[in-house]
């Protein structure tokens, strides 16, 4: 079974794989499905989108895996498997972070300079399509099997027309059977679920 790295979400804030992905018990119920997991942390406070693709490109292994992103990890997993197709052979879009929405763009960038981000850095981060930081042409391109975990039940953060918009953009891409997302409290009812869903993609 290929190895799954998985990229957690959060952008410019207090978030770690630790926090996103093993304290809610996600890697070890992989684990114990017998996949192999690598879960990095990404770049904790990145200038650019180009930034945080090649802090975890150093830390991808030398066979293709199973990218895993979440949230705003999405960004980041998509744009690996654009610009380095012969290292992913497969792609997960979990929990996608809505974009182009002026109220959750306004709290975002809001976030972003009360932890010290330049307006200019503040632009480059939203700078989006349907994902943030990647064309929607690129991800139309992809041609690696796709699919998207929604957010169960949406939130205003996460919401159903991003999940709808990459279905439509990405061909062959289908949807996973969806829940909240980590490591909000509502989350751990889930984890088995979830842990199945990812391992049944992977094969």
Request: aromatic share 4%; proline share 10%.
């Amino acid at each position: 079974m290929s190895t799954v790295f998985l990229v957690h979400g959060g952008l410019w804030e207090p978030m770690n794989a630790d926090r996103f992905w093993r304290a809610p018990g996600i890697v070890a119920a992989l684990e114990a499905r017998d996949v192999s997991v690598l879960a990095p942390d990404r770049a904790q406070s990145p200038a650019s989108w180009t930034e945080e693709v090649a802090v975890l490109r150093k830390r991808l292994p030398q066979e293709p895996v199973v990218l895993v992103g979440a949230s705003n990890g999405c960004s980041v997993a998509a744009l690996l498997a654009i610009e380095h197709p012969e290292s992913v052979e497969r792609l997960v879009l979990a929990w996608p972070a809505t974009s182009g929405d002026p109220v959750v763009d306004e709290r975002t960038r809001a976030g972003f300079t009360s932890r010290g981000a330049s307006a200019a850095i503040a632009e480059e981060l939203l700078a989006a399509d349907t994902l943030r930081g990647v064309r929607d042409e690129d991800l139309a391109l992809l041609s690696i099997p796709v699919a998207v975990l929604p957010s169960v039940p949406e939130n205003p953060s996460h919401q159903r027309k991003t999940v709808e918009a990459l279905l439509r953009l990405i061909p062959g891409s289908r949807e996973l059977t969806g829940c909240p997302e980590p490591p909000t409290p509502d989350f751990p009812p889930h984890k088995d679920e979830l842990a199945g869903t990812l391992a049944a993609f992977i094969g």
